[in-house]
C-alpha cells in the first residue's frame, strides 16, 4: 500500500512541515536580537537608579552591544557558510541565552556592560544566518512570501520593544525590576534551541571565503579607539590620552585599509572588499548608512533620558509616548517599498530624509515652547512625522546602494552595508557624552535644574537635523531609480553573508536532523 502525497505521512508533507516550523524559529531568533536592540532603551534611566551606573556605563550598555555585533557581524556569516549555518545559528542562540542571563543577573553595571558585549557577538553568530537559512530552506518562489514575513516581523519588533521594556521594567515581576528585560530571552531561547536542533536543516556555502581575523582585530580596535574616549572623555576631564586614542584611530584605519589590500591579492577574502569603493553609489551609500546610524544612535538615547530624567516620566509613559513613531515608522516602510520607491527611485529616500529633519525641528520648538510641562499627545506630532521620514528612508536604502554594485559582491556588499550601520550607531551613542551629557552638566552648574535636560536634548535633536540634511545631500550620489540587487530580493534590512546569492550556484541537498 502506498502513502498519498496529501498524507499526513508522506515525507514531502513532513518536510514542509518541518520547513515552515524552521522559518518560525529562526524568525523568532532574529524578533529577540530587534527586541533587544530597543527594550534596553527605556529602561536605561531605572538601571541608572537601580545600580548607580554612571553615565558612561549606561552608554556603554549599548554601544558595547552594537559595537560586538558590528565587529563580528560579517565573519558570523562565514562561518556559517564554513561549518554549517544550523550550527551557527543554534551556537549563536545558545550564547545569547546565556548572556541574556548573565545580563539579568548582572551584580554591578561592569558586569551588565561586559554581559552585553558578550550578548552582541552572540547575536553576531546567530543573525547572519536566518536569511542564510531561509535561502537554504525555501525556493527562490517561495522567498517573497517568507521576506514579507520578515518585514513585518521587523515592524513587530519596532513597535513592541519599547512598549515590552517598558512594561516589564514598571511591573517589577518578583521584585526583579529591570532584569526581566533580559530574562524575557530564556524560555525563547531554550526552546528555539530545543527545537531548531530538531527541524532545521543544516547546509553550507558550496564555496565559502576564507576568515579574516586580523580584520576583524583592526576593526575593533580602530572603533574602540575612537568609541572610548568619547564615552569615557568627558567624566575623565578630557585628558591627553583621549586624543591621542582617537588620532590613532585613524592610523589603524590606514593599516586596516593596507592589510586589506594585501589580503584581496593574497587569497580574495578580505573582511572589506575594497574594490566596492569604486562604485561611487556605493560609497554614498556607505556613508549615508554610517551617518544614518549615528542620528539613530544619538536620537533613541537622549530621547529616554530626556523623556523620563527631565521629565520624570515612568518607563511605561516614555514607551507608551513612543508608539505612534514606531507605527508611522512601520507604515511608510511597506508604502515605500511598494509604491513609492518604484516610481519616484531616490526622491523618495530624500524626502525621507528632509522629513525626518522637518520632524526634529519641530520637536526642538515644541520641548522648548511647553518646556516640562509638555504633554505625550503633544509630542505625537513631531514623533509621527519624524516617523513617517524614517520609514522612508530605511526599508529601501540597502536596495538603493547596492543596486549597482557587482553580482558577485551582493553579499559581501550586504554585510558591509549591516556593520556600517551598527557602528554609525555605536558611534551614535558615544557621541551623546559630548552633545547631550556636556550641555546638562554646564546647565545643571548653573542651576538650570531639570530644564537642563530640555537644552541637552535640544542641542541633540539640532546635530541630528544637520546630520539629516547631509544624509539628504549624500543621497544624490545614489542611482536615481535604484532596481534590486542581486539577492536581496524583498529584503528591507538584509543582514547576509558573503556568499548571500548562493542560489545561482547548486546548493547542496539539506540533510534533516531528529
Not at 524559529?25 to 534596553?40: E, K, P, Q, Y
Not at 545569547?96 to 561592569?110: D, I, K, M, R, V
Not at 521587523?154 to 530574562?183: D, S
Not at 593599516?255 to 584581496?264: D, G, P, Q, S
Request: charged share 15%; with cysteine.
Amino acid at each position: 500500500m502506498t502513502t498519498s502525497p496529501s498524507s499526513p505521512t508522506h515525507p514531502d508533507v513532513e518536510q514542509d512541515r518541518r520547513r515552515w516550523f524552521a522559518l518560525a524559529i529562526v524568525m523568532v531568533a532574529a524578533f529577540m536580537d530587534l527586541v533587544d536592540v530597543t527594550i534596553v532603551n527605556v529602561a536605561l534611566p531605572t538601571i541608572q537608579h537601580d545600580e548607580g551606573a554612571s553615565t558612561g556605563q549606561i552608554q556603554w550598555i549599548t554601544a558595547g552591544y552594537a559595537l560586538a555585533f558590528a565587529a563580528l557581524l560579517i565573519t558570523g556569516g562565514r562561518l556559517g557558510d564554513i561549518f554549517g549555518r544550523k550550527r551557527l545559528f543554534l551556537l549563536g542562540i545558545a550564547g545569547f541565552t546565556a548572556a541574556s542571563a548573565l545580563c539579568g543577573f548582572a551584580a554591578n553595571p561592569e558586569m551588565l556592560v561586559a554581559s552585553r558585549i558578550v550578548q552582541g557577538g552572540m547575536a553576531a553568530l546567530m543573525v547572519p544566518q536566518v536569511l542564510s537559512i531561509v535561502h537554504a530552506t525555501f525556493p527562490a518562489h517561495e522567498r517573497g512570501k517568507v521576506f514579507g514575513l520578515f518585514g513585518a516581523i521587523v515592524g513587530l519588533g519596532a513597535v513592541t520593544g519599547p512598549l515590552l521594556g517598558a512594561l516589564l521594567t514598571e511591573w517589577n515581576l518578583f521584585g526583579l525590576e529591570w532584569r526581566p528585560i533580559f530574562l524575557i530571552n530564556l524560555p525563547v531561547g531554550i526552546a528555539a534551541l530545543i527545537l531548531g536542533t530538531r527541524v532545521i536543516s543544516e547546509s553550507k556555502a558550496p564555496t565559502a571565503l576564507k576568515l579574516d581575523l586580523v580584520g576583524v582585530v583592526l576593526v575593533t580596535l580602530a572603533m574602540l579607539a575612537l568609541v572610548y574616549p568619547l564615552t569615557q572623555g568627558r567624566e575623565n576631564g578630557w585628558p591627553v590620552w583621549g586624543y591621542v586614542m582617537m588620532a590613532a584611530s585613524v592610523v589603524i584605519v590606514a593599516v586596516l585599509v593596507a592589510y586589506e589590500k594585501a589580503k584581496a591579492r593574497r587569497d580574495g577574502s578580505p573582511l572589506i572588499e575594497l574594490s566596492l569603493f569604486k562604485v561611487k553609489s556605493f560609497a554614498a551609500g556607505i556613508a549615508v548608512q554610517t551617518v544614518f546610524g549615528v542620528t539613530t544612535g544619538v536620537f533613541f538615547l537622549t530621547w529616554t533620558l530626556y523623556m523620563q530624567l527631565g521629565l520624570g516620566w515612568s518607563a511605561l509613559r516614555a514607551g507608551l509616548t513612543g508608539v505612534p513613531f514606531s507605527i508611522a515608522v512601520s507604515v511608510a516602510a511597506g508604502i515605500s517599498v511598494q509604491q513609492l520607491v518604484p516610481r519616484f527611485g531616490r526622491k523618495v529616500l530624500q524626502a525621507g530624509a528632509l522629513t525626518m529633519a522637518a520632524g526634529v525641528l519641530v520637536y526642538v520648538w515644541e520641548s522648548g515652547h511647553y518646556g516640562l510641562s509638555i504633554a505625550s499627545w503633544q509630542m505625537a506630532l513631531p514623533l509621527v512625522v519624524m516617523g513617517l521620514g524614517m520609514g522612508l528612508i530605511v526599508a529601501p536604502l540597502t536596495d538603493a546602494v547596492l543596486s549597482e554594485v557587482p553580482r558577485e559582491h551582493a553579499g559581501s556588499a550586504s554585510g558591509l552595508i549591516n556593520t556600517v550601520m551598527q557602528m554609525g550607531n555605536a558611534l551614535g551613542l558615544s557621541l551623546v557624552s559630548v552633545i547631550f551629557f556636556n550641555v546638562v552638566e554646564d546647565h545643571m552648574k548653573q542651576g538650570a535644574g531639570n530644564a537642563a535636560f530640555i537644552d541637552g536634548f535640544q542641542n541633540a535633536l539640532v546635530w541630528a537635523a544637520a546630520i539629516l540634511v547631509g544624509i539628504f545631500l549624500l543621497m544624490f550620489a545614489l542611482p536615481r531609480k535604484p532596481v534590486v540587487a542581486a539577492g536581496t530580493e524583498g529584503d528591507e534590512n538584509p543582514v547576509v553573508t558573503d556568499e548571500q546569492d548562493d542560489e545561482r550556484k547548486p546548493e547542496p541537498e539539506p540533510e534533516l536532523v531528529g
